[in-house]
DNA sequence: CAAGCGTGGCT
DNA sequence: TAGCCAAGCTT
């Protein structure tokens, strides 16, 4: 073992976090566990993460669990989490093994959906100890850092990740670059004073740390108006499963129509889908942004005489954005 | 391979 | 405060 590789797993093992999924020691942990913690915290912060971790864990304890379920249900857990795409590929590769088995490969892993190189790598190092290397956010700066590479390429990336790993214990060793990057050498006003291996950081020799990695640039945010209708019938209201895939894919929501031309266009084009005369009451605007998106709806509101099915919406899954418009029914216990 | 995919915390 | 960022994956 090599002198950096000493000095940071001796600081992890001295000052890991307490975190919801480290039950066990790293390398020996339950893969579905593993597996699961992983996919919620992609993109996601720890302290919302593990909300949803322990609540899926509480309704799902195992794997076979989440296979017996339909999709809805596992839906309605994740309500409110993002990027819907991970509780729909969590599903069907739960199903891929209940029936095969956890995969004991990387390949394997691969092969099912929703998970890629890093979160194969993850699952496999912590609950199996392979010496497999992982890259996120938080490896891909260390390394940036401890190797001055202000703009590193994802081949790059995994390489000197490969090449770092502390094959004995790389479950621990994964772990420990995570949390460095996470708790020490973060993005921002690192704390380079107390970083374990800032004597083998050459950002930190050449005081470059604030420079690397380079920002990335930024996608422009799109603007999209569009136009919701609210079907009520004083109780519950008509809600649609979106389309899988696609933005909120597989979440409910209401008739959405997006403005090409003007907002009357739209409208029209709307109650000419449902088949309705009324041309619909105006009830209020909703803003809604996400990272790359801001939305701008206009609701109109129309009391149901029609033969479209309505609903209860706490029965089913819903984004942020439906909630908002939902709000603006005014119905008394609606979720 | 660059763009699409949610939401909330932090400064 | 408006923007940046968070244990990525898919197409």
Redesign the pocket.
Known sequence: MSELQTELLEWYFANARV?P??DREAGTRDPYRTWL??TL????????GSVYYTAFLEVFPTVQDLADAPLEAVLKLWE??????RAR?LHAAARVIAQHGFPTTLEGW?AL????????G?VLSLSRNAPLPVV???VR?VLARLLVEPDPTETWLWVQAEQLIDSSQPGAWN?AM??L??TVC???KPRCASCPINSHCAAFHAARVDQIPA??P??AV?QIHAVALLITDGARVYLEQRALT????GLHGVPLEVVASTRDDALAALLERYGLAATGEWVGKVA??????QFQLEVYHLTSSTALPLESPQHVAL???DAKVLALSKLEALF
């Open positions: 975190l999924w480290r913690s992983e915290l992609q993109q996601t912060q720890i302290s919302r409110g989490a993002g990027y819907y795409a590929n691969r959906p929703g998970v890629g190189r890093y979160t194969a993850a996120d956010g938080n700066r772990e995570i949390e990057g996470a973060m993005p921002r920002p990335k930024r996608v799109k696609g933005l909120l894919g809604h942004t996400m990272t790359h998106r984004s942020k954005l």
